[in-house]
Structure formats: structure tokens, C-alpha cells
T-cell receptor, first 110, second 115 residues
Framework: AQRVTQPEKLLSVFKGAPVELKCNYSYSGSPELFWYVQYSRQRLQLLLRHISRESIKGFTADLNKGETSFHLKKPFAQEEDSAMYYCALSGGSGNTPLVFGKGTRLSVIA | KAGVTQTPRYLIKTRGQQVTLSCSPISGHRSVSWYQQTPGQGLQFLFEYFSETQRNKGNFPGRFSGRQFSNSRSEMNVSTLELGDSALYLC??????????????FGSGTRLTVV
């Protein structure tokens, strides 16, 4: 079964401090991992996916298959990063749906 | 281009009633997925339709059903509503599925309240 765990419901950091949002997954095959973000009063949207290996808005995430983790990181937090962040996994074939973690609310304090 | 449109935005229903929610995906998108979002459980997958066929189904009771039309618009139906069905129901569309290049595009959701 596919499972995504985000251990922190809320993470508060000061502006300019590093950010790490944790995500652990459970899946026996080769998953594809994603981070989705929801800013206040906006729709849920894709932030990044591991297969692209790109940096979006200064965020990066590395898939660690040994630790089954896909933590989201940013070296210097900005106030506009305050949002709800969801880690998601799609396992198996390319047609499997996304399974989401319960989300972490990031609050960046000025 | 127009985004994913969900109607209605808000609904209040009584226990035992049934409800139908609608989702119009982005033009050209053939995959439509539905999620139930609650504060306690987060986003839980209901089902996915692709080219009018249910391709995946989550772990929800049979009271929850859906369908997709030839124009890719999708509806979901919940029969015999229970208080626990109160939630935000999100629709997500994609050209091919979860792994499409730009992932899912989500709608604003339908807020269902069961009293």
C-alpha cells in the first residue's frame, strides 16, 4: 500500500532561516514523489516533482530511497512561503493516482 | 485558458439526502480525479476517471460514485448523506493522470455541509 507521512502539522521559522519540511513514504516499488502547495485563498498547485530535479521558488527536494524520504528544503525562508505544503506519491504504473500526506503548515515569521 | 471549474461552491444538505457535484476540467484534459479534504484526514482519494472509464478507486463506501461524460466533465454523487460526509470535495484534472508534466490542476472545491 502507498502511504505518505508528514510528521509536522505546523512548522514555524523566522524569515531568512533555513526550512526543511519532512516527508516519508511507504511503497515497495519505484514511486514518483511530488510536493504540492496551497497559499492562503488559492487553489492547491504543484510545486515540484522529483523526476524533474528542478528548483522552484528556491525549494528543492531530493528523493532518498534508502530512507524513503523526500524532504522539501529552502536555504532562506521568505514570508511569502507561508502556506500549506503537501507531499504526494504516485506508485506503480503511470496511471496510479496521487496519495497525499496530511500536510504541513509553514509559517514564516518576519 | 479556463481552469478547473467546480459547481456549486457551497452546499448544505440534510442527513439521508443525496447530492451531485460537478467538475469541468481544463479543455483537452482527459483525466479527472476527486478528493475529499477534511481537517482530520487531509486529502483522501475518491476516484479517477479517464476517457469516461473509472481507472482508479479509493477506499470509500459505495454511497460515493461518479461518472465522466464524453466531453470529460465529471460528476460525483453521494447518496444517503451522513454527517461525516461534510468536507471540501476537490476535483483535479490532468491530460493523462497524476504523472503528467504539470501534475494535477485543482479546482476550488465544493464545500459540502451535512446537517
Amino acid at each position: 500500500a502507498q502511504r505518505v507521512t508528514q510528521p509536522e502539522k505546523l512548522l514555524s521559522v523566522f524569515k531568512g532561516a533555513p526550512v526543511e519540511l519532512k516527508c516519508n513514504y511507504s511503497y515497495s516499488g519505484s514511486p514518483e514523489l511530488f510536493w504540492y502547495v496551497q497559499y492562503s485563498r488559492q487553489r492547491l498547485q504543484l510545486l515540484l516533482r522529483h523526476i524533474s530535479r528542478e528548483s522552484i521558488k528556491g525549494f528543492t527536494a531530493d528523493l532518498n530511497k534508502g530512507e524513503t524520504s523526500f524532504h522539501l528544503k529552502k536555504p532562506f525562508a521568505q514570508e511569502e512561503d507561508s502556506a500549506m505544503y503537501y507531499c504526494a506519491l504516485s506508485g506503480g504504473s503511470g496511471n496510479t493516482p496521487l496519495v497525499f500526506g496530511k500536510g504541513t503548515r509553514l509559517s514564516v515569521i518576519a | 485558458k479556463a481552469g478547473v471549474t467546480q459547481t456549486p461552491r457551497y452546499l448544505i444538505k440534510t442527513r439521508g439526502q443525496q447530492v451531485t457535484l460537478s467538475c469541468s476540467p481544463i479543455s483537452g484534459h482527459r483525466s479527472v480525479s476527486w478528493y475529499q479534504q477534511t481537517p482530520g484526514q487531509g486529502l483522501q482519494f475518491l476516484f479517477e476517471y479517464f476517457s469516461e472509464t473509472q481507472r482508479n478507486k479509493g477506499n470509500f463506501p459505495g454511497r460515493f460514485s461518479g461518472r465522466q461524460f464524453s466531453n470529460s466533465r465529471s460528476e460525483m454523487n453521494v447518496s444517503t448523506l451522513e454527517l461525516g460526509d461534510s468536507a471540501l470535495y476537490l476535483c483535479a484534472s490532468s491530460p493523462t493522470g497524476a504523472r503528467a508534466n504539470y501534475g494535477y490542476t485543482f479546482g476550488s472545491g465544493t464545500r459540502l455541509t451535512v446537517v
